[in-house]
């Protein structure tokens, strides 16, 4: 098995060779380049298959160097290589596998509904999965910041798909910029950790997070923080890196450009928030777990902006009209629980949500899509309603897809949420701070509930609403198979990790946790769990069981609670728009807490008019004295010129009055006159 | 023998002469006679210094100038008939057309 | 021989094309331009060379030492001579020429033959300046460079282009003049210490403890330092510093397309060029004691030039304000006196080269179909010019710094080698200077959203169609190249390191005693008065 590895780097590369071929001869083929990415991604998630049962069977890591970009070995070298190990094989497998679905379900989205660039569109697609399994794969953070660029590259290119009218390329630009301000303290820190370390692999006993851990135990010499505390220094590149991290994985409050990133087409969005983009930005936090271990304040930080982003965007999506934007709103918030775990130290309920996500919002998204396609490209819930006879495919596992996203048991989101808010819960006993994130967790589970059966009653229950909505258009298996499987799995995949049952009955069945305690030394959970006590401070709390059943209990109850409030108001034939209730919150919450305008005030309407001040100042003053000199020069000549008379007297005047002063001057030097 | 200072004083002289010639005539002729004026104080000068030295270099160098003055007199009669022919004057102040 | 044979090849052809008819100049002048092509190539190939030129125990490559004549006491050589800075920069002058010439193909219909003629003249002077190690003959080929340059501006330029011309002519000469003072006050200072105006043989007299003796009144340190802030303040012109800039965007906006690339890509690099032969290698002690001086020029460069490309509406000063701002890492990576800032200068020039190029030579195409370069008035171009559309935004993204691309990697090196710098504050600074990449995404961002994207509309009248083969080849080939290099930079950085390492051994190490506190004091200052 171990010879799946030689195979490993094909993963990514298959994706990219259908990235050339789409983009140079996917006009010439039947289906634009759709076969050869569907070809390629396939055979990714065969790989990746195959590099999972491998990882399964020897539990080591692998470690390859791949390409080296500069090979200079002092002060440090630049490569790609490919890092194997329980985290990326477990990756690999998610993103090859959403991906795969992704294209096929684009054959019905894109190619039958008669779009025009095609071949661009499938080469974006191609070269999304590509940088992002290249990003998952990643030997180092300088390769992963690298595949992360061209993460945002991809966004860039397709959610700005449809070029000719006007918001999407807007959009796209938001999103590249917001992502490239986080990514800016990335990069800082990505050349801070290198400046410090001299290396920046992420495994293995040279690598960065061991490095960092030697340094605080005192053993490692040779490392550079720059005339600062060791932890404090660690603090700050941790927090540096965060900065990409809260810009691509959509957290406060660099979650502008997501909502608006919907602007792309629907197949784009599911593989942005289920399996690339903002996938990638939890991913990176679990990938340095070691590092961020190492520093409380990193990792405080990290869970109060993760309870906070999920309380905060899940407010916002119960008052969206469009049905694309209450998923975006939910995928901010689901991002925010992810965060939330791994800052609370809870590395495997993290990866769980993170993998439980992924199913059911690509599931989600994908149905989303389904129903526009239905609509004829309508979005507006208020314009659906009773698609649930009609769509019955859709319905039923879109509905699968919800009760996951709201955390129903005994689907998938249940169990991966359950285990993020219990561990907020845990670490929340001996922390207020971490007790507050936790608070605003759980209320965020309300309203999860809440928003995600609002998006269903509208959608499919009650009366259709518009003669669209009566006769919806019909499509074909290409779009329903993708969101069959993905149902199942949103309903299933949950039961890798059952930790309520696992405590009573006392079954080892939490296989993701299995999964992670093997593997190289210092990427398994107990070796994070090692660092969090010693150096973060993460004390092991004693849970009972009455604290792990109550807690699954509160938030199956508020999420029931939520869906419950949501079947009273909207599960009716003919449903008003309850949140005209709130008055100005409403006004407040449709316009997104005004984050957008004081964002776009800074972009615009600061940055701009300071860059117009400077263009005023080069011009006026800078350029102006350049220009000053030479007007100056030339009306002193102008003013010598008029010396020339022309009449011969004046010269022959003027001769003699120059003579005559040099004898006087030449007499006064030599003191005739004394 | 006559002191060298009387010959300079004498030179000054002529040459002030010139000098006064030139600042105030405006005829061309007048001032070709007041440029030879100049140029012969000079060679009173010359010619003095040579005295005093004792040697001739100074004689062959008046003669030089001398020599060059005449030339300088055919130029400047030519220049004179053309600016005559041109402007129909003798007067050096009408022709300023080679200014600016 | 093979410089020699360089030189020739672009005086010969040039003066041939010059004479003849306009009829062939074209298609002839591609054809020689073709010839130095070859020619570096093969140089490339079979480059040898070790170590930096001008310090001991170098190799040059390709090396010709002739007696020319004698001034005073000083004797005069033909010294030409490459190594691992100079080659790649050789390589990039043949390549932009040809590609500038192809692409001039379209825009310039009258006076053919002087056009192409001087452009091989041109190529002829830029090559010796990069060749050339002997004071005398570099400086006569760097003066030769304006002449060609001052033409081409002016008499092929846009409505502006004699203000243009004469700005950059009297500019350029200026700072030439303040250069050439601040050079002959450091061999002056060298007294008798060296005979002959090579700059190896006065590196190696520097290199002498106490060589450098007192002038006209003037401490040895005092004349060290004025000189290496004269020369600064001539090659700053050329590169160009803020504030010394201003020539640069009248000069892109008049001049031709073809010369707007030759004069980012290859002309602006005289200057760190030069900056890097003469004051970096030569008075590595003062450029290490003003380091926070030059650092405040780089970073003032970087951010000032960035926002100024904000502000504008033609596209051609939207690149030439980018360029002053990308030049500006250059000149941080050089002070950063760090194997990987140097190094990642140099890679910065060569990459800076390659991407301005390449989006001059985008712009120049949608003003040959448009005849306008104004943001507002156009858009939707996409829809037609599909491939030039897609240059633009593999350029922009280039110089924005996307990884695979050769900007990204010049960049991660500068910014790798200014972070671990000796001077203090190294880090906040060089995160402060990073923080041009977020402007340089912000301005290229709303250009191509406002130009390429959004429904079709321009509002000259005219037929705009697909652009013409030779038109888009140049912009193929610098996209390959771009892409090339971002992908396996060793290419060029292999031969760049071993000339730039012996530098870094130049440095006497002196520990930055920069508390934490001032740092991040500073940090967070600096970052404030930038983001306002």
């Known amino acids: 098995m171990v010879g799946a590895f030689e195979f490993a780097p094909a993963i990514a590369a298959l994706p990219f060779v259908s990235f050339l071929v789409a983009l140079f001869v996917g006009r010439f083929m039947p289906k634009k380049g759709a076969l050869a990415g569907i070809t390629a991604t396939g055979g990714s998630l065969l790989l990746s298959l195959w590099v999972y049962l491998a990882v399964l069977t020897s539990g080591d890591p692998h470690v390859e160097i791949v390409h080296t970009l500069i090979g200079v070995t002092d002060p440090f070298s630049l490569e790609l290589g490919i890092l194997i190990d329980q985290l990326s094989a477990l990756m690999l497998l998610i993103v090859s596998l959403i991906s795969f679905l992704v294209f096929v379900f684009s054959l019905g989205y894109m190619n039958d509904e008669g779009e025009t660039g095609l071949p661009r569109y499938y080469a974006g697609l191609s070269l999304f999965s590509f940088s992002m399994l290249a990003f ?250 009773g698609l649930k006879e009609r769509l019955p495919v859709t319905y039923y596992t879109f509905l699968a897809g919800s009760l996951a996203l709201a955390g129903i048991i005994p689907f998938a989101g249940f169990w991966s949420k359950d285990e993020v808010l219990f561990e907020a819960l845990l670490r929340g006993m001996d922390n207020p701070i971490f007790l507050v994130a936790y608070a605003m967790g759980l209320i965020g589970v309300f309203f999860t509930g809440l928003y995600t059966f609002r998006m269903v009653f509208l959608t499919f229950h009650g009366e259709p609403r518009t003669t669209i909505a009566e006769d919806p258009h019909h499509f074909g298996w290409n779009m329903k198979f993708p969101m069959v499987v993905l149902g199942v799995l949103a309903t299933v995949v949950g039961l890798i990790n059952m930790t309520p049952v696992a405590e009573l009955t006392g079954a080892h069945i939490e296989f993701l946790h299995i999964w992670f305690e093997h593997g190289g030394e ?109 007007s100056v020069s030339l009306f002193l000549g102008d003013r010598a010129r008029r010396l020339q008379t022309g009449v011969v007297t004046n010269y022959a005047a003027l001769l003699t009055l120059g003579l005559v002063v040099l004898l006087v001057a030449v007499g006064i030097l030599g003191g005739w006159f004394v | 023998m006559v002191p060298s200072q009387y010959y300079l004083v004498l030179s000054a002289a002529v040459f002030c002469i010139g000098l006064f010639g030139i600042l105030t005539r405006r005829n061309a002729l007048v001032f070709l006679m007041s440029v030879e004026l100049m140029l012969n104080a000079a060679n009173i000068n010359l010619v003095a210094f040579s005295v005093q030295n004792g040697n001739l270099t100074g004689q062959v160098f008046s003669l030089f100038t001398i020599a060059t003055a005449a030339a300088e007199v055919a130029v400047g009669i030519g220049i004179i008939l053309v600016l005559y022919r041109n402007f129909n004057d003798v007067d050096v102040t009408t022709a300023t057309t080679m200014r600016w | 021989m093979m410089i020699e044979l360089l030189l020739g090849v672009c005086l010969v052809g040039g003066l041939a094309v010059f004479l003849l008819p306009d009829r062939y100049s074209a298609r002839l002048s591609f054809g020689i331009s073709l010839l130095p092509i070859l020619a570096s190539s093969y140089m490339y190939a079979t480059f040898d060379g070790v170590g930096n030129a001008l310090l001991e125990g170098s190799t040059l490559a390709f090396e010709t030492r002739v007696n020319w004549l004698s001034v005073g006491p000083y004797e005069l050589f033909y010294h030409v001579g490459l190594d691992g800075v100079s080659m790649p920069l050789i390589v990039l002058t043949t390549i932009l020429t040809t590609l500038a010439i192809l692409s001039a193909w379209t825009p310039i219909d009258e006076r053919k033959s002087q056009f192409y003629g001087l452009m091989l003249l041109m190529e002829a002077s830029l090559i010796g300046v990069f060749a050339a190690l002997d004071f005398f003959v570099w400086f006569v080929f760097w003066e030769a460079v304006l002449i060609p340059m001052y033409f081409l501006i002016g008499v092929w330029g846009g409505p ?180 990987y800032g140097l190094g990642g200068a140099t890679f910065q020039m060569i990459s800076h ?61 500068v910014f790798s080698g200014s972070f671990a710098a000796d001077f203090a504050y190294a880090p906040v600074f060089t995160a402060v200077a990073m923080f041009g990449i977020v402007i340089v995404a912000g301005y290229y961002l709303f250009a191509m959203q406002r130009t390429l994207f959004g429904e079709f509309s321009v509002s000259t009248d005219y037929e705009i169609t697909r652009a013409a083969v030779h038109d888009v080849v140049p912009l193929v080939v610098l996209i390959v190249l771009i892409i090339a290099l971002g992908s396996a930079p060793e290419i060029v950085f292999g031969m760049i390191e071993d000339a730039v390492r012996p530098m870094t051994e130049l440095t006497t190490t002196q520990q930055a005693d920069a508390g934490p506190a001032g740092m991040l004091g500073l940090g967070v200052s600096l970052l404030g008065g930038v983001l306002l």
């Open chain 1, 136 to 385: 998952v794969m990643a030997s180092n953070l300088f390769m992963a910041f690298m595949f992360f660029e061209l993460v945002g590259l991809c966004s860039y290119l397709l959610i700005g798909f449809w070029f000719r009218a006007d918001a999407p390329p807007s959009a796209a630009k938001k999103a590249f910029l917001v992502t490239r301000f986080g990514d800016y303290f990335f990069l800082i820190g990505v050349v801070g950790v290198l400046g410090t370390f001299g290396t920046a692999a992420f495994a293995g006993d040279g690598s960065f997070p061991v490095l960092a851990e030697q340094a605080l135990a005192g053993e490692a010499a040779g490392i550079n923080t720059f005339g600062f505390d060791p932890q404090t220094w660690f603090t700050i590149l941790g927090l540096l890196v965060l900065g990409g991290v809260m810009g691509k994985s959509a957290q406060f409050p660099l979650h502008t450009w997501l909502p608006d990133a919907m602007e792309g087409p629907t197949p784009v969005s599911a593989l942005i928030h289920a399996a690339t983009m903002v996938a990638a930005g939890v991913y990176l936090v679990a990938r340095m777990y070691g590092f961020y271990a190492l520093s409380p304040t990193a990792l405080a930080i990290i869970a109060f902006v993760g309870g906070f982003t999920a309380l905060f965007a899940a407010t916002m999506g119960v008052v969206k009209r469009e049905i694309k934007q209450v998923l975006a709103y939910s995928t901010i918030s689901q991002y925010g629980y992810m965060m939330l775990a791994l800052g609370v130290g809870g590395y495997v309920a993290g990866v769980f949500h993170l993998t439980t996500h992924a199913m059911f919002k690509a599931l989600l998204f994908l149905g989303a899509g389904a129903v526009i396609v239905a609509m004829h490209h309508n979005e507006d819930m208020w314009k659906m309603g």
């Open chain 3, 353 to 413: 080269g390659l991407i301005s190029g390449l989006l001059f030579l985008c712009v120049g195409v949608v003003y040959n179909t448009t005849h306008t370069r104004m943001v507002g008035d156009m858009s939707g171009l996409a829809e037609r010019m599909p491939i030039t559309a897609g240059a633009i935004v593999a350029g922009s993204f280039a110089y924005m710094g996307l990884p695979l691309m050769s900007g990204f990697v010049a960049e991660f090196l």
């Open chain 1, 522 to 630: 210092t990427l398994t959970v107990e070796h994070y769990g090692a660092l969090l006590e010693q150096w973060a401070g993460y004390g092991a709390v004693d849970a009972s069981t009455a604290l792990v059943l109550g807690s699954g209990a509160v938030s199956l109850l508020l999420a029931l609670a939520g869906a419950g409030a949501a079947h009273v108001l909207y599960n009716v034939p003919d449903p008003d728009e309850h949140t005209d209730k709130l008055g100005s919150i409403k006004t407040v919450l449709f316009n997104n807490y005004y984050q957008d305008e004081y964002q776009v005030w800074l972009a615009e309407g600061l940055t701009a008019n300071v860059a117009r001040g400077a263009d005023t100042f080069d011009q006026g003053i800078i350029d102006g004295a350049v220009n000053g000199v030479s």
């Open chain 3, 160 to 339: 502006r282009r004699k203000y243009a011309a004469i700005k950059f002519f009297v500019y350029t000469n200026v700072a030439s003049l303040v250069m050439f003072v601040g050079f002959f006050l450091l061999v002056f200072g060298l007294g008798d210490s060296v005979q002959s105006l090579g700059l190896p043989a006065i590196a190696g007299a520097l290199s002498a403890p106490g060589a450098v003796g007192s002038v006209g009144g003037l401490s040895p340190n005092a004349v060290k330092t004025a000189a290496f802030f004269l020369m600064f303040a001539g090659f700053a012109v050329k590169v160009p510093v803020v504030p010394v800039h201003t020539w640069l965007p009248d000069a892109h906006v008049e001049a031709p397309t073809p010369v707007s690339v030759i004069l980012a890509g290859v002309l602006l690099k005289m200057g760190t060029y030069a900056l890097l032969r003469f004051n970096f290698t030569l008075l590595p002690e003062i450029a290490q004691q003003y380091a926070l001086v030059l650092v405040a020029f780089a970073i003032v460069s970087v951010i000032y030039g960035a926002l100024l490309a904000l502000a504008q509406q033609d596209l051609k000063r939207i690149v030439a304000y980018s360029s002053v701002s990308s030049m500006g890492y250059v000149i941080l990576g050089l002070v950063a006196f760090t194997l």
